[in-house]
């Protein structure tokens, strides 16, 4: 591995896994200089989701200059950066590729240190992000529970150090970022539409409608919310057009709801789990501190309101990202790299993207 500085790492990230395009300059204690991103949301709206070789063209014209603009508004340039880290999986193969090619690139022409990061390693770190608005909650500790919401994936992990990250439970279906799409683009909000079901639902009546709540087995950390949509579009179904208008209230926050108890339970349940193993394990860990909730659905206002409320009853520190780090973005993949580089790991030039995780991003029997 090349030489590091005695100074903190910087590192460049590039995050490219699905419609958003992001640039950020990160260092090694998760300090951002700057993060820039260039969503899609207007291009692919009027096709109710993610075109895949849309969403690749549309990170081919903005990467290079987002790189560009990033260097020059933090007043850096190449001599200042120590490595260029870059999402690798999981996402659309197409997208994760320009980015992938792009880093490898760099790497090459300004012969820096390349990593290649897990999206959802970014994720599971986003909340200890810190910049000149954000600093992460003094007297979060590890070992954590961290529950990822995104338009992709809805997991549970065990963290007990950063770098390590067992898979607890995961959807077995659609995730939870993927129903509030849908239930978006059934109501006419357009896309994505849960931050906009979030907005209609402040004026309505979470108890008017009785969502179902899928748990699976009594003891299940696993999702699953494809009951929940089909249920939605039944209840739209059977709404008179004409007075859907004045049920959209009601029919978001009862949505948001049904989808908050079913995170918050799992949480709960998650919580319990690991507590029952380390105890048994180790019996000088008496109990978790603390938790984390991170993705995408992590900026649903009901969501983090009653995380923060339960995590305040359960006597749990609880983290979670300011709005601009919940959805992608590569400052979350740049601190993952700039840890990965200084435990000594980095990636050659046979990086590729894929559409899934390694399993060797995750470890197992952890607890
Ligand atoms: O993490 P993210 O940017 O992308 C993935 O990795 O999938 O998450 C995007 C998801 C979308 O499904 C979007 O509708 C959802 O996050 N989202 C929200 C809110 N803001 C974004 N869902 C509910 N309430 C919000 N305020
Ligand atoms: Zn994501």
Known sequence: MSQLPERKIQVLAIETSCDDTSVAIVDSDGVVSI???????????PFGGVVPEIASRNHTMHLLPLIEQALKNSNMDWSKIDAIAVTARPGLIGSLMVGVVTAKSLSQVFRKPLIGVNHLEGHILAPFLKDSKHNPVSSFKTPFVSLAVSGGHTSLYFVPEFGKYQVLGTTRDDAAGEAYDKFGQMLGLGFPGGVNVDRRAQQGDSGKYNFPRTLLAEDSLDFSFSGLKSAAARQIRDIPKSELENEMGHLCASFQEAIADVLILKLELAVKFVDQKLSKSNPNIKRLESVSLTGGVAANSRLRARAEEWALKNNLTLAVPPLR?????????????????????QSDLSLAPMAQSLPGDFVHELV
């Open 325 to 345: 780090y919940c959805t992608d973005n590569a400052a979350m993949i740049g601190f993952a790299g700039a840890l990965q580089l200084a435990r000594g790991f």
């Open 35 to 45: 993060c820039l991103s260039a969503d899609q949301n207007l291009v692919h709206a």
